[in-house]
């Protein structure tokens, strides 16, 4: 067979397989060889660039790029930006996202790990109840009684989540902070919140918002109100933002301070080994949380919007 014949066969075996949807099967019977033979064609016409593939990426997003940047430069696994609003809707726009892209990962029978805060709520209240996952736990990272924000604590954020998808919930019974670490301490001996945080730090998946410098944090205005201005342990120089109840340094480290003493949440390197860390949070006034939480690798998923991202590329 000469190698105008060769090639002609080859763009016939390929329009037939790949414009008029006939089977190797097929294609083999009207040509009179064998299946095999139909297949060896196939990969010969591709590595020849007879056929050629194209991805439309029209639907991936407008920021592709931007999220390839994001992924490359912070060593991510997955970046998701959104479009960038007003700071009223922007928690909403980033909960939806990422109730989107939890029905989307999440398997039977995974284990998730919740922390509290704004955005992770509007993620459970999102989670579409068509997507059942019954077999699904969801769990606390942080501890939630309190009188301030009741609806987005951790307990509720996971209730709501199991509501939605048909899975199932756990409650931390335990106070977001304690007078001194000696009560600390001995409240994380006792077995029924050692049985829950342990469950937590075997989790799968986590599901984390990132809080901005003090000034700006949930945190420190309902609990910290008065240390924010007078005490410089809260400075913007030594905390960047909080995760998981947890002040971090610019490094992403624990930042030294009595309130990280006190709080009942995961230690930040057991944070870490849960496989996949899902951050969610955006706009400018929590880009140094956002960023400390990606030096220290605390998150390796990151959901934000399209102008904290660019800053985030930017800095």
């Known amino acids: 067979m000469s190698l105008a014949d060769d090639k002609r066969l080859l763009v016939e075996i390929a329009s037939l397989y790949y414009e008029q949807n006939k089977t190797q099967e097929e294609i083999a019977q009207k040509m009179n060889i064998s299946r095999s033979l139909v297949s060896k064609f196939l990969a010969k016409a591709r590595n020849e660039g007879i056929i050629e593939f194209t991805i439309n990426d029209q ?4 920021y592709r790029e931007l999220e390839e940047q994001l992924k490359e430069m912070y060593g991510l696994e997955e970046v998701v930006c959104v479009e960038s609003t007003d700071q009223h809707f922007q928690g ?18 995974d284990v998730v790990a919740v922390s509290s805060g704004t955005t992770v709520h509007e993620a459970a209240e999102n989670f579409s109840k068509q997507h059942q996952l019954p ?4 769990i606390p990272l942080v501890g939630g009684l309190g009188t301030e924000h ?9 209730e709501l989540l199991a509501t939605n998808s048909g899975g199932r919930s756990v409650e931390l019974h335990a106070p977001i ?3 001194d670490i000696e009560a600390k301490q001995v409240l994380m001996k006792q077995s029924f919140i050692k049985k829950v945080l342990d469950a937590a730090e075997a989790a799968d998946v986590a599901l984390v918002g990132i809080g901005g410098t003090p000034e700006f944090s949930t945190l420190t205005n309902a609990y910290l109100p008065e240390q924010i201005d007078n005490d410089p342990e ?3 120089e030594k905390i960047a933002g ?4 947890n002040f971090i340094d610019h490094a992403g480290k624990a930042a030294k301070c009595s309130w990280n003493d006190r709080v009942v949440s995961i230690e ?16 400018h006034k929590k880009l140094s949380g956002i960023k400390a939480a990606l030096n220290g690798q605390l998150i390796n998923v990151l959901i934000t919007d399209e102008k904290t991202g660019r800053e985030l590329v930017n800095v």
């Open 150 to 158: 009741l609806t987005i604590q951790s307990n509720r954020v996971c």
């Open 92 to 109: 909403k726009v980033l909960g939806l996202a990422a109730a989107k892209y939890l029905s989307r990962i999440l398997k039977s029978h």
């Open 177 to 179: 902070t304690l007078d």
């Open 268 to 283: 930040l390197n057991k944070l870490k080994k849960i496989p996949s860390r899902i951050g969610v949070s955006g706009g």
């Open 234 to 236: 809260y400075s913007q």
């Open 242 to 245: 909080d995760i998981c109840y």
């Open 135 to 138: 077999n699904v736990k969801f």
């Open 59 to 62: 639907f991936a997003g407008p």
